[in-house]
């Protein structure tokens, strides 16, 4: 979870991506070049998004190119 104060970085927004063919190699399987843009969550708060992680579901932030501080948690759960 990544929690922002305001929306002054909302251009730091996660961007969501389909690959164009998958691979079960996960070292290979997303470059931005071999995938459709889906769309993008604007990094503000109160906005969250949950997905699964597989070799079918992507998502990276933008180049980041200004010095920011970005407050987060991470979670997960493992299947039995």
Do not use: V
């Amino acid at each position: 979870l990544y929690m922002p104060e305001d929306d002054s970085i909302k251009e730091y927004g996660t961007e969501f991506w389909s690959p164009k063919k998958y691979t079960d190699d996960w070292d290979t399987s997303f470059r931005k070049h071999d995938c459709d843009f889906i769309f993008k969550i604007p990094f503000i708060p109160n906005i969250i998004y949950f997905m699964p992680r597989c070799n079918k579901s992507w998502h990276s932030s933008p180049d980041i190119t200004s010095k920011l501080s970005r407050k987060h948690i991470y979670g997960f759960y493992e299947k039995e």
